[in-house]
């Protein structure tokens, strides 16, 4: 499998801009669509972005739309998650992972995924 590691998690203040890493193992990189989830306490995994393996098409939830912005670099075997005006509803873990379909929203069609990293939105 694919080692992904996020990075980019921290706190900030509603309305604030962070961006996250996703920074994979193996140049298999580019074969893979990539996507984001997050997870808050107390609920379950949620899909918010997908990417195609080109980079090409993008893919968002309603809940980001217009807010997140998902890239990727296959050259740096990176991909990427600006992320604007946030709100404390996106206060969760995120996570990155790769799949092999075209770009999926279902955690299962997902292969590799990242440990996960913190992104907390408060005053």
């Known amino acids: 499998q694919v080692q992904l590691v996020e990075s980019g998690g921290g706190w900030v203040q509603p309305g604030g801009s962070l961006r996250l890493s996703c920074a994979a193992s193996?140049?298999?990189?580019?074969?893979?669509?990539m996507g984001w989830f997050r997870q808050a306490p107390g609920k379950e995994r949620e899909w918010i972005v997908a990417?195609?393996?080109?980079?090409?098409?993008?893919y968002y939830a309603d809940s980001v739309r217009g807010r997140f912005t998902i890239s990727r670099d296959n050259a740096k075997n990176t991909v990427y998650l600006q992320m604007y005006s946030l709100k404390p509803e996106d206060t969760a873990v995120y996570y990155c992972a790769t799949s092999d379909k075209r770009w999926s929203l279902i955690p299962d069609d997902y292969d590799s995924w990242g440990q996960g990293t913190q992104v907390t939105v408060s005053s």
């Open positions: 990417i195609s393996r080109s980079g090409g098409n993008t």
């Open positions: 193996e140049r298999t990189f580019s074969s893979s669509a």
